[in-house]
C-alpha cells in the first residue's frame, strides 16, 4: 500500500469550499482505499488529508481522471500553500476500502 | 469526528514486532472509524498511526479497554520515542467505518 499524510492552507474564509471541492472530486478512485478530509482545529485555514491507496501508481493514475483534473482547477485559486508532507508505507488496520 | 496522526519511533529493529501488536490490540474499539498503521519509508524505525473516531470521547475510553490495555503494556517496551503529533477534525471522505 502507498500513502501520503498532507498539509494545505487554504485562502483565508475558503476553508469551507475547498474542502467540499476537494470531497467532491476524489470520489469513486480506483485504487483508493481510504481518503478523509480534516480540518485542522489550531488553524482556521489549514486542511490535512490522509490517503491510502493500494499502491503509488494508483495515486499517480487518479491525478490524470477528469473528475480529478476538474477538482484542481476549482481548487487552486483557494490553495494558499502547503505544508507537512509525509509518505507512508501502510501495512493493516481497519476502515480500508 | 476527532482524528489523530502521530509518529512514533520503535527501539531498533522491533518495528514489525510494535506494528502487529498494535494491529491486533486495536480491533473492535467501539467509535473507531479508521486505524491505519503504516511504516516511515525513511526511517526504517517509525511508524505512522493515523486514526478517525466519531467522536474524543470515544478515543479516551478506547484508553481503558482491556484489549487496548494489554496491548499498550506489551507495546512500551518496544517504543523508543515518539514525533509529530497532530489532531484533526475529520469532515468526510471515504473509508470511515
Do not use: N
Request: glycine share 12%; hydrophobic share 40%.
Amino acid at each position: 500500500m502507498y500513502g501520503l499524510i498532507g498539509k494545505l492552507k487554504a485562502v483565508p474564509g475558503q476553508r469551507d469550499k475547498l474542502i467540499s471541492i476537494l470531497l467532491d472530486g476524489v470520489r469513486g478512485m480506483p485504487g483508493c482505499l481510504s481518503y478523509v478530509v480534516a480540518q485542522d482545529p489550531a488553524d482556521p485555514d489549514a486542511i490535512w488529508i490522509t490517503e491510502v491507496w493500494d499502491k503509488q501508481e494508483s495515486h499517480k493514475a487518479s491525478l490524470s481522471l477528469p473528475s480529478v483534473q476538474q477538482a484542481i482547477a476549482r481548487a487552486s485559486p483557494l490553495i494558499a500553500g502547503f505544508g507537512e508532507r509525509f509518505e507512508t508505507r501502510p501495512v493493516g488496520g481497519h476502515g480500508l476500502g
